[in-house]
Every structure is written in C-alpha cells, then in structure tokens.
C-alpha cells in the first residue's frame, strides 16, 4: 500500500473545535486572542523553512572545517585527502575571499575564516563545498590543519590575570561605595559564577545563496537580523550592498544567537557560491551548530555590599567578570545592559560597579534572551537572598524594603526613583505588583508550611521565593531604535503588510497584522504579512530587545494609517463631509451619509487614481544615552513582573524539582494574550533551564564536551509543574506605544531567576538558619550537593 504524496499547497481544515475558537470577523482584531498566522499550516507541514525551499539545478552543499586547537599558529591547511572523496567539488580559505577578510562587525576584530591563527576549538577554517551534504560533512574531517599551539586563556580569572580583554573595561558608579562600605551597621562579601547557555533553535543555522544575473546575489538566511547579514555579505564579496538580497520569512528559532551569528554561515555560503558561480546552501549539523556558534556569556562576580538592620541597602561594591569569548561580538552592550540591570527592581544608593569584558579562547558569545540583563538581575537578586539570611529575615521583606519608590533620601532633594546609570523610573509598579502576586500565591501561608515540612523531612527539602523584574526597553545602542513598513492595499480589499521585523515563532507577523487589521478597520484575515526582505525594507534593526512590536507594529500602523486617511480623504468628498467623519469599522467605511464596504470603497478610489499603499517610519521618542559614562534614558520604558516558585531538593542526591509557579507579568494593554501568555511561560521555562539543567563544560583543552543533546540538556515538558498559573497585570503602558502594549519577549525570561532562589533557600532550610548558600549556577545537582556540603 502506497502512501498518498503530501501537498504543502493544500489549505489545511480547521476542525469544528478549532474554527469555533477563532475570533470572528466582527470586532476589533487586536486586544484578543488571534491564532499565530502561520499555526495552523506550521501544525500540517505546509510552512517553509529555509531547508524546506526548493534547490535550483547545481546547488552544491557547504561543510565547515574546524579548528582542532583552543589557541595556535595555523602553518598550513592539506586538503589532498579531502578533495580526493567522492562528490567533493572544491575547498574554500581565506585566500578565495574576494572582499575583505575580515567580518564587517563593529569591532572589526572577527576573520571571516582563520588566517594566521586559530583562538577557539571550532573555529571555521573554511569550507568544502561537494554534491551532496553528507559528501561534504566527511570530507570537511579529513582535511589537515598544522597547527604549532600556543598558550590558551580558558578562564576569566586568567584573562584578568593577563589583561586579556577584547573591549577595555568600564566602571559605573553613584556616590561613594567605600566609604559607604566602611560606615555600613553590617557588611558580607560574597562571589557568584554563573555559566553560559546554549540557543538550542529548533532550526539551526543555515543559508542558501543564490547567485543573480550581473553580480547579484540571493541570500536566505535563518537570520534576526537580514540588514547586517546583506552588509556583511557585500562586504566579503566586496560589492555594494545593493547587489545583496537577504530574505527570511521565519526561523524555527533565535533566542539571540541568530542575531550576528547568522551573518556567519551567510558570508561563508557567499564566498564558496561566487568563487564557483553557482548556488551553496551551508546548514550546521547540532554539534557543529555547538562548537562553532556563541552562546550567553557566562560572568563572574566579587561583590562587597552594606546594609542597615532593616535589610536596606546603603552600599554596593561590585566586580563583573564577562567572558566574551575570542572576538568581541556584541559583548559590549551585553556587558552594559548586565551594568544597567544590577539594580533590576531596587535602589542603589551608593555604587560601584567595575566590567571586565575578557578575551578567552573559545567560542565568541553573542546575545541571548535578555541581553546581560539576568546576568546583572541575577547577582542583585542574590544578594538580595544573602542579606535576608545574614539578619535572619524573610527574603520577601528584603526585597520590599529596597524596591524603587517616591520616598525621599534623608538630607537631599533627591529620592529613591532614579537609578545608578540616571534614568528616573517613572512607571514604577513594583509595589503593588509584588503584593498583588504575594497575596494571590499565599506566598506567608506556604513560607509556613513549608518550613513545617522541611522539620519533619530529613532528606528532601523545600524552598520557595518570589523575585520580581524591572527590564529597560529599548536598544542601548539609540540608532537601533527605528524601523520601517510597507502596507499595500490590492483592489479586492486585501492587504498586504511587510516591514523589518524577523518572526522566529514569537508572532510578531500576528501582531503587526492585528494592528493593521484595526487601523483600517477590517477583519484579521485580511491581512498578509509577508517575508523580511532588503529589497522591500532597508537598513532595519534586528529583530532584538523585545522591540520588535514596538518597532515595527507602529512603522505599519503608520503607514495603515497613511492609506486610510487617503480613502477617508476620498469618501468624505463623495459625501461632503469631513474626512475626520469618516470611520473604518468590521470591513466597513461610514461616513455621515453612507456606509459602504471596505471593499467597495477601495475599487472606487483605485477607479479614482487614489494611492492604496504607503510606507511607514517610526523611531521611538525621549531616549538618548552617552555610552562613554553610561549615562541618560536609555530605553522608553520599563516592563515589570513577578514569579513565586516553591522547588524541593533531595539532600543525598542533590537532585532538585520545581513543584508550583505563580507569575504575574505587565505586558501593558496586551494585543494578543494567547501570544503574550506562551511567551511568558516559554521565557520562564527557558531561564529556569540556565539556572537549573543547561551546563556548558569546556576541557582543559578547549574543547565544549556538552556540544550535543546527549550531554546537554535543556528543560523538557517532564519539567514543568503541574501548577504553573501565568496572569497579566491589568494598566496599558503609560508611554505612548502601539496599543499601550509592552514588549514581552525578554522580561519574563528573568522571572525564571525566582527558581535560583528557591533552591537557595531550599539549601539555606537544610543547613540551618542563617547559613550562607554558595551555589553555582546552573544549579545541577553536583552544584547543589556542593554547596550543601560548603
């Protein structure tokens, strides 16, 4: 018996369950729940991802050759005995790149393939392009790299050591840190390392580049970010960035790390098309997407802080230790978010806090989810537990008593509402959200309980703590924060919307289309939003910063926007009226006189010669931010959350388990709950895995031993509890963005740091009262016997 073909053509049905949950035409489209525009296909298999795409006639297939060595002179490259395999067709150096060697990053400090040197196991040499993808695979492996090695740095503690670092390093202060130290009624002097993590997309990083009729070139890539991707193409390829089209209509994936890293494979792919005039596609295998790619970068940290007898805050000395990785990447503004959210939601009287951004050599690290921001809200929230557990209070109580507030500072005009970096926090919700979830989690009842329990339970333990969020929106670096739209209006009635904005399954199309759907006064499913594309858009941001509704969801409503008043301009002179008479309301335009259908009123005013499409531009308002001192407003507003976690620790084994999750999140006025609620859970399950079970362990060689799903090992469905409750705070966003909504793909990420805390306090419960916890993060269960035993 055969089995029937499958057709991704064919429009999958809806069963009567599923239609009946879809909104209706009628009503508004945003502020509901709106299926992701491409659910239901990506369900059947209908979807295209960029591996999925038809391949033209004489496509060849790309394989990176690695590096074997951390550090080493590369002396020379034998690839005898790979061009010698079946199906191989050519390898590709450094001396094939017809542009410049060197990757167009802001740093300039990244080779496009190694050239006289190698600085990480994994480092891409070059490439062997063949027939077939597995003929180049094994070829790629058995081409000879001499390598004369030379001394690695594999540590922060070494970069310091040898002043090892790829930026210079930055330092931040507020008053007198020492001086405060030295008056502080109490004082404790702590250290915390926390690793790195994994992107771990679903689709791994890929691109297929077409070449085009005189000199241009088609590239596909699974990218965040296509604008750098067409730059850092024309740049290898030395041509202008005209002759360069990158195009991604979705990622299954990128959490960050397809945001310059995808560039990569892009420009590798480039070069081998147009050394051999023909089309290259390069896809990672897992492992090779493990040893080549960057991951979040791990910090380090020494910390001196004082404190009253209340548990307040009255000073904080503080050394980050950043290991960037071989290159410079996007370390710097990670590192400086990292700066800008150690205070996360309290304030920092008298501060100090010192960056190091160290050179190590392993793999460059990029952004990840939240962009160094858990890396400074985790430290804070840390010291944050130590203080409660050194005066013997609740956690929660700390936390209150140092929560931003109107409150005035004794002898000053000033009070505690602006932070260290000199941004007021003026949308300040911290209070009344964090006693909101206390009370809605029974977090005093289980504080009890709990304790009951763990009196009479020898070898398991609980623990439980709430931990809030304070998260900047907006790119640090201010010339990101601008995009671009185009909304074409076709004479039937529908709609078409493209802009810069990458959707990697965040739904970033379904809000862009709910939000045109509304401007223009029609149904959801009227409107298309089609592939990120440079040819239609330039120069967009990344798709990065949790901006990319913010962004790109008002760039299309303007330029919605523009093509209603053109039609509300022509029906009010049909009707003699004003054109502010004129209402677009489900699929229909009224005016004073007469309602008539959209559709009718577009086929009248393209019979009129009426413009039915316009573009759109916007660029957020009131930032600005001088990145020599660190200081300013950089970012247009804050998101805010909470999360209460109750976890057990089993004290032989070190083994732990989260039991209940109660999260309150502000995503302001939500456009489409469904979405935001899913990108909650998803962020809090993701940094629950950083925290808990996703450990990257490099030799003392360099070499990542957890570069498959086999060692490393993210949180499955098993991890989540059973009680997992998700609520949204109920105030829009005060600042004027697209319909007083809030970004929400990065905050709730660091809510899953309230799980870290819990196992600390689940540790502190089992060494008694006022213990000191030094636990590792992740906090496997060999880090969570060590620091039971510490």
Same mark, same amino acid.
């Given at each position: ?30 502020? +509901? ?42 002396? @020379? ?19 094939? =790149? ?102 771990? *997309? ?20 699974? %990218? ?5 991707? $067409? ?91 950043? !290991? ?37 050599? %392993?793999?460059?690290? #990029? ?26 209070? &609740? ?13 005035? =500072? ?10 260290? *970096? $000199? ?32 009196? #009479? ?14 998260? @900047? =929106? ?16 076709? %004479? ?57 509704? &913010? ?28 054109? @502010? ?17 959209? &559709? ?39 998101? *805010? ?12 084994? @070190? ?24 990108? =909650? ?55 004027? !963005? ?24 689940? +540790? ?27």
């Amino acid at each position: 018996m055969s089995a029937t073909p499958f057709n991704p053509s064919l429009t999958p049905t809806l069963s009567p369950e599923v239609a009946a949950a879809v909104p209706t035409s009628r009503g508004p489209a945003a502020g +509901v729940n709106q299926f992701h525009e491409s659910a239901v296909a990506q369900v059947a298999g209908a979807v295209h991802y960029i591996d999925d795409l038809p391949e033209v006639r004489g496509t060849l297939y790309a394989a990176p050759i690695l590096s074997t060595h951390a550090h080493g002179k590369l002396l @020379g490259v034998d690839s005898t005995a790979a061009r010698a395999m079946p199906g191989v067709v050519d390898v590709v150096l450094a001396e094939d =790149i017809p542009g410049d060697p060197m990757l167009a990053a802001f740093a300039g400090d990244e080779p496009v393939f190694a050239l006289d040197t190698v600085q990480f196991v994994g480092q891409v040499v070059g490439v062997v392009l063949a027939k077939t993808v597995m003929q180049a695979r094994h070829a790629a492996r058995k081409v000879q790299l001499r390598i004369e090695p030379l001394p690695a740095i594999l540590s922060v503690q070494e970069s310091i050591r040898a002043k090892s670092f790829v930026l210079p390093p930055v330092n931040v202060r507020r008053g007198d840190a020492d001086a405060a130290l030295k008056s502080a009624p109490h004082t404790l002097h702590g250290t915390l390392e926390v690793g790195g993590q994994e992107h771990f *997309y679903l689709e791994g990083q890929i691109a297929y580049v077409l070449p085009q009729e005189q000199n241009q070139w088609l590239v596909y890539s699974s %990218t965040q970010h296509p604008g750098e991707v $067409q730059h850092w193409v024309s740049h290898a390829l030395g041509i202008d960035n005209h002759a360069v089209k990158v195009e991604c209509r979705r990622m299954g994936g990128g959490f960050g790390g397809k945001e310059t890293q995808a560039g990569h494979l892009a420009v590798w792919a480039a070069i081998a098309a147009a050394k051999n005039r023909c089309a290259v596609k390069l896809r990672l295998d897992r492992d090779d997407d493990f040893m080549v790619t960057g991951k979040r970068h791990p910090f380090a940290y020494e910390y001196s802080v004082g404190f009253d007898e209340t548990g307040r805050l009255t000073a904080l000395k503080l050394q980050m230790a950043v !290991n960037c990785g071989f290159s410079a990447d996007l370390s710097g503004p990670v590192a400086d978010r990292a700066i800008f959210h150690t205070d996360n939601a309290y304030y920092l009287q008298d501060v100090d806090i010192t960056s190091y951004r160290c050179k190590t050599n %392993t793999q460059s690290h #990029t952004a990840f989810r939240g962009f160094g921001g858990p890396q400074g809200v985790v430290l804070i929230e840390a010291v944050m537990g130590d203080i409660a557990r050194a005066l013997k209070l &609740d956690p929660l109580d700390v936390r209150m008593r140092n929560l931003y507030s109107d409150e005035a =500072i004794p002898g000053t005009a000033n009070r505690r509402d602006t932070t260290h *970096y $000199q941004m007021k926090v003026e949308d300040n919700i911290l209070q009344p959200l964090l006693s909101k979830l206390e009370l809605s989690a029974q977090y005093r009842r289980r504080v009890e309980a709990i304790s009951a329990w763990n009196q #009479t339970s020898p070898v398991l333990k609980r623990g439980i703590a709430i931990t809030p969020v304070k998260f @900047g =929106i907006s790119f640090t670096a201010t010339l990101f924060n601008q995009a671009g739209a185009l909304v074409h209006v076709y %004479t039937d009635g529908s709609v078409q919307v493209n802009h810069g904005g990458a959707e990697m399954g965040q739904g970033l199309n379904t809000k862009v289309a709910q939000i045109v759907a509304d401007e223009l006064g029609i149904p959801f499913t009227r409107v298309l939003s089609t592939a990120s594309d440079t040819s239609k858009v330039p120069n967009a941001s990344a798709t990065a910063a949790s901006a990319g509704t &913010d962004l790109n969801g008002r760039a299309a409503q303007f330029a919605a926007r523009h093509v209603r008043d053109n039609l509300a301009a022509f029906v009010a002179g049909l009707d003699g009226c004003g054109a @502010g008479a004129v209402r677009f309301k489900h699929g229909e335009v009224f005016s004073p006189t007469t309602t008539r259908s959209f &559709d009718d009123v577009v086929k009248m005013a393209y019979a009129n010669r009426i413009q039915l499409w316009s573009d759109g531009f916007y660029r957020t308002p009131k930032i600005h931010y001088d990145k020599t001192t660190l200081t300013g407003r950089p970012f247009y507003y804050f998101a *805010y959350g909470a999360a209460c976690t109750e976890v057990v620790i089993d004290t032989l084994t @070190g083994e732990s388990k989260v039991l209940k999750v109660d999260i309150l999140h502000d995503v302001g006025r939500s456009i489409n709950p469904a979405i935001d609620v899913g990108q =909650i859970e998803g962020a809090f399950v993701q940094g629950m895995g950083w925290l808990t079970t996703e450990q990257l362990v490099w030799n003392d060689k360099g070499y990542l031993s957890t570069h498959a799903p086999s060692t490393y090992k993210i949180p499955t469905a098993a991890d989540v509890p059973e009680h997992f409750k998700v609520d949204l705070w109920h105030e829009p966003n005060i600042e004027d !963005n697209v319909f007083g909504s809030k970004a929400v793909g990065e905050p709730p990420f660091m809510l899953g740091i309230s799980v870290f805390e819990a196992l600390r306090d689940a +540790v502190a419960q089992a060494k008694g009262p006022g213990a000191a916890v030094q636990l590792t993060a992740p906090a496997t269960a060999e880090n969570v016997l060590k620091a039971l035993k510490d």
